[in-house]
């Protein structure tokens, strides 16, 4: 026995060749520090505007996505057991798990406008549908009548390729706040325009600004190549100086320039972030992270959950299609509401929806983290502050099992003509009340008037 677990242990450096004897031969085209994932614009990565989009694009793939099952009012009634589902929440692809993948959907969105959700590895069952094996987010490079032609990372090659696919087989999306982030003149584009000139200011702080007052007149051609001449010889001193030292003669005149002309510009710039950050919802607190529940729920409404239904909208029209939608087939997304709430607080909220059979007690332990309980009782909507009903033996009656309906238990559609009437139910009730009223008044003997 111990003999067979040692002849199939690995290990990743020993015998490489022998173990992975793919790997020996020739893997194809390769890359050194490009990630198949995101670049932002060059514009982009050098402002503070990056952080921005890796604030909103973390928020945003916090947030769990399922391919679900719901009745006919929209309410959630199960999962899906389908590989789109393994994508969203196992695998997207070989080299993105599920949060890295949504994390990618949203940096695509709001740097680049518009993306698309493509499905790389796809089959047709016996009944039509479409199974999705993996999925690839595609920047999106020509519009056409029907088609969009798309830069999408191909993992079997390990580069980018340009294909051209129909509109109705990716999931098309466009920023819900593009014309605040991605416009021509929206808030976003100018503020990157602001803070790209004041990097150039930045970088050409260095010089020195200094005027040289030569010793004689410089009207004439040969003069005016004398005092050039000495420019550069004082400029040379100055680079080639360790410390930056230069001589000047006793007669020369030095002047320095330490007051440079102001602007606007730092001004402009403050006004604008301040102005995004109102557009997008953004505070500094969220920024760094000590933002109240307030200010965190109005991000949220705001920002965040736009570009959820976004998502959520185009990926069920165009990778479930209107066939698995008729069939009451959708793309939700789950948001923990427990996510921002202090552990006091969390605690007289648990007891409230506990009290009030709106959730059970292992329902509560799973939002903390905890294993389920394997008492009955753990799984059931009671309220533990009540007394609860016991048999003869004063052992306490177990709850009823809870049965979870299925999605083929679910009607559809209902007929509300064929309900009982309302009032036959009620009078029904009055009668049968009456009735055991003249039953037990009959044992008393009483006479009748």
């Avoid at 094996?133 to 032609?149: C, D, M, N, P, S």
Wanted: with cysteine; glycine share 4%.
């Amino acid at each position: 026995m111990a003999f067979e677990k040692i002849k199939s242990a690995l290990n990743a450096f020993r015998n490489y060749e022998k173990q992975y004897p793919a790997l020996a031969n020739d893997l194809g085209p390769s890359s050194y520090g490009v990630r198949p994932g995101p670049r932002f614009g060059f514009t982009n990565e050098r402002s503070i505007i990056t952080s921005i989009y890796t604030r909103i694009a973390i928020d945003v793939a916090g947030v769990h996505m399922r391919h679900v099952k719901v009745d006919k009012d929209e309410r959630y009634v199960d999962d899906v057991d389908s590989k789109l589902n393994l994508c969203l929440n196992f695998e997207a692809n070989l080299d993105q798990g599920p949060r890295h993948f949504r994390q990618d959907i949203v940096t695509t969105l709001i740097d680049r406008g518009v993306c698309a959700i493509v499905p790389v590895d796809t089959s047709v069952d016996e009944d039509g549908n479409v199974e999705i094996y993996t999925l690839r987010v595609g920047e999106i490079l020509q519009w056409y009548a029907h088609h969009v032609k798309l830069s999408v990372y191909n993992e079997a090659k390990g580069i980018r390729e340009e294909i051209t696919l129909e509109k109705s087989k990716v999931a098309i999306l466009q920023n819900p706040l593009y014309d605040v982030m991605n416009g021509p003149n929206s808030t976003l584009q100018r503020l990157a325009t602001k803070l790209s000139v004041l990097d150039d200011i930045d970088e050409s702080a260095s010089r020195l600004d200094m005027i040289i007052q030569l010793p004689y007149t410089i009207r004439s051609e040969a003069k005016r190549e004398q005092a050039e001449s000495r420019r550069k010889d004082i400029e040379f001193q100055l680079k080639e100086s360790q410390y930056g030292i230069a001589y000047a003669d006793a007669t020369e005149k030095i002047t320095q320039l330490n007051r440079p002309a102001e602007n606007q510009l730092i001004a402009q710039v403050d006004r604008l972030t301040s102005l995004l950050y109102a557009q997008l919802g953004l505070t500094d607190t969220i920024m760094d992270g000590t933002a109240d529940e307030a200010a965190m729920l109005n991000y949220i409404n705001r920002t965040v959950e736009p570009m959820l239904d976004a998502i959520k909208e185009a990926m069920t029209r165009a990778l479930l299609g209107r066939v698995r939608y008729d069939r009451g087939e959708r793309i939700f997304y789950f948001r923990d509401p427990f996510k921002l709430v202090p552990l006091t607080t969390f605690a007289e909220i648990a007891d409230k929806l506990s009290r009030n059979e709106i959730v059970s007690p292992n329902e509560i332990r799973g939002y903390m983290g905890i294993i389920p309980s394997k008492d009955p009782k753990a799984d059931a909507l009671n309220n533990s502050n009540m007394p609860q009903p016991i048999d003869e033996l004063g052992n306490p009656i177990p709850p009823p099992t809870v049965v979870r309906p299925t999605a083929e238990a679910v009607p559809v559609e209902e007929d509300l003509e064929d309900d009982v009437d309302d009032d036959d139910v009620v009078m029904s009730a009055f009668d049968e009340i009456e009735k055991a009223i003249d039953d037990t008044f009959a044992d008393f003997d009483l006479p009748e008037e």
